[in-house]
């Protein structure tokens, strides 16, 4: 079956402008996860959607990070105004019901800010 | 602050042998862990997991160990296969959902 996929595979883009990254889940998983991953650096949490609800963004950085799910499948992470320092790749996973299971990773967007 | 840590960045092991891959944790809270191994390019894929209630899992060619006193885990391949070198990460989680990952281990089975 098909696995969770991530669109775009690359984006290029200048500090300062919004990007969107799309997440698409394995069919039928509940719960959604952002993870950000840096050069050298293993996952770093961002964000949790059970359903079409946030119930972890603990791990956003700032306010310039928002992601939503507003059908509880398809999410988008959306970074304003970004930052030189924003450059990294995004992995998305998701899990059938979340807590406890495994996540299943996406192979992620690399975001590289200029 | 790095809640899990994996001191090493490397790893070289000849085909055949043992890898055992290390991990270490801060945070006591943590009940549940994974170890996920990755290619280039490609998001990480599951391995194994354990929970704090276990002190050692198993699957086939992978054996996970937990030691709570030590907060310390650690993974072991054997027999070790070319097909096994990636970079392996562990992960933590008090919560079942939010995540803490080591650095990652990069493997490296010799044929």
């Known amino acids: 079956g098909a696995g969770v996929s991530q669109t775009p595979s690359n984006k290029v883009t200048e500090k300062g402008k919004y990007v969107e990254l799309r997440c698409d889940p394995i069919s039928g998983h509940t719960a959604l996860y952002w993870y950000r991953q840096s050069l050298g650096q293993g996952p770093e949490f961002l964000i949790y959607f059970q359903g079409t609800g946030a119930a972890d963004d603990s791990g956003l950085p700032n306010d310039r990070f928002f992601a939503v799910r507003p059908e509880g499948s398809v999410s988008t992470l959306k970074i304003q105004r970004t930052e030189r320092g924003d450059s990294a790749v995004y992995l998305c996973?998701?899990?059938?019901?979340?807590?406890?299971?495994?996540?299943?990773f996406g192979p992620g967007t690399r975001l590289t800010v200029l | 602050d790095q809640q899990v840590k994996q001191n090493s960045p490397s790893l070289s092991v000849q085909e055949g042998r043992i890898s055992i891959l290390n991990c270490d944790y801060t945070?006591?809270?943590?009940?549940?862990f994974l170890w996920y191994k990755k290619y280039p390019a490609e998001g990480p894929t599951f391995l194994i997991s354990i929970s704090s209630i276990k002190d050692k899992n198993e699957d086939g060619r992978f054996t996970v160990f937990l030691n709570k006193s030590a907060k310390h885990l650690s993974l072991h391949i054997v027999p070790s296969q070319p097909g096994d070198s990636a970079v392996y990460f562990c992960?933590?989680?008090?919560?079942?959902?939010?995540?803490?990952f080591g650095t990652g281990t990069s493997l490296t089975v010799i044929p």
């Open positions: 992960a933590a989680s008090a919560t079942g959902n939010q995540f803490y």
């Open positions: 945070n006591s809270m943590f009940d549940y």
């Open positions: 996973a998701s899990s059938l019901q979340g807590s406890y299971n495994e996540q299943f």
